[in-house]
């Protein structure tokens, strides 16, 4: 697999690459399309979108073909702030999965990190400069009452940095929050290729678990998961 052959070095070039055709397309699309910097989420979001449909009855009646091209800016400006939301996620994701193959993660932990990013900055859209929606969303977030359990605490600073991403979409600040993906990932690069923090006893109880799972998989009837091997090992425990 090509996780099994990644390294630092190697992950360090593919970010540089990702971040340095994310920043050029960026540039390009200013210098080659004046118009389209208005729609892209730098600078801040001001969307004006009715809160009502009464709201919008109204404006449609009084507004012309103009609140059309109003209504079109904004969904346009949403679209750029999902996609912007996107593509800063995706390196985060990288570094995890580098990161954590020999300890072990799950696939749905993986599409988890790609689309929270998408739903925060949906909820920053949404609630603009509204404190009411502001208070709507703590009532509704704390009557679903997710439970959520971390095997890691490295995860939830990944589940931190995947909201970092999208309150930074969402408001139209995608250069501040490219700023924070860079130092997020060559930061967790650089201390993956150092070591840090190594525990022994912690490495030689994941080389254990993943040297029981390599003679599992000579035997008949074994078959793979949704999750890597040494997540395997903790339910063989």
């Known amino acids: 697999m090509e996780s ?36 892209l989420p730098v600078g801040g979001n001001n969307l004006q979108l009715p809160g009502t449909v009464e709201e919008l009855a109204e404006s449609l009646q009084g507004g012309g073909a103009g609140i059309w091209e109003e209504r079109l800016d904004a969904a346009l400006t949403v ?5 912007g939301s996107i593509i800063l996620i995706i390196p985060i994701t990288w570094v995890y999965i580098a990161v954590k193959h020999q300890a072990g993660f799950q696939k749905t932990f993986v599409a988890a990190l790609v689309t929270l990013p998408i739903c925060a900055a949906s909820v920053v859209l949404l609630i603009q400069d ?26 939830g600073i990944y589940i931190f940095a995947a909201i970092c991403v999208g309150l930074a979409s969402g408001i139209g600040y995608v250069g501040v929050g490219m700023v924070m993906t860079i130092a997020f990932c060559f930061a967790s690069v650089i201390l993956w290729n150092l070591g840090y923090g190594v525990n022994p006893i912690e490495e030689a109880k994941v080389a254990g678990k993943l040297a029981k799972l390599e003679q599992e998989r000579t035997q008949p009837g074994f078959s793979r998961d949704s999750e890597t091997l040494p ?4 339910d063989h425990r």
Not at 6 to 23: H, K, M, N, Q
Not at 27 to 39: D, H, K
């Open 130 to 155: 509204s404190l009411a929606l502001a208070f709507g969303l703590v009532a509704l977030v704390g009557a679903v009452n997710f439970r959520v359990t971390l095997r890691d605490a490295l995860d």
């Open 79 to 83: 679209i750029a702030s999902i996609l």
């Open 4 to 39: 099994n052959l990644l390294t630092p070095a190697r992950l360090a070039l593919r970010l540089s690459v990702y971040f340095a055709i994310a920043l050029g397309s960026l540039l390009a699309l200013a210098a080659y399309f004046p118009g389209a910097e208005q729609y």
């Open 231 to 234: 997540e395997r090992g903790r």
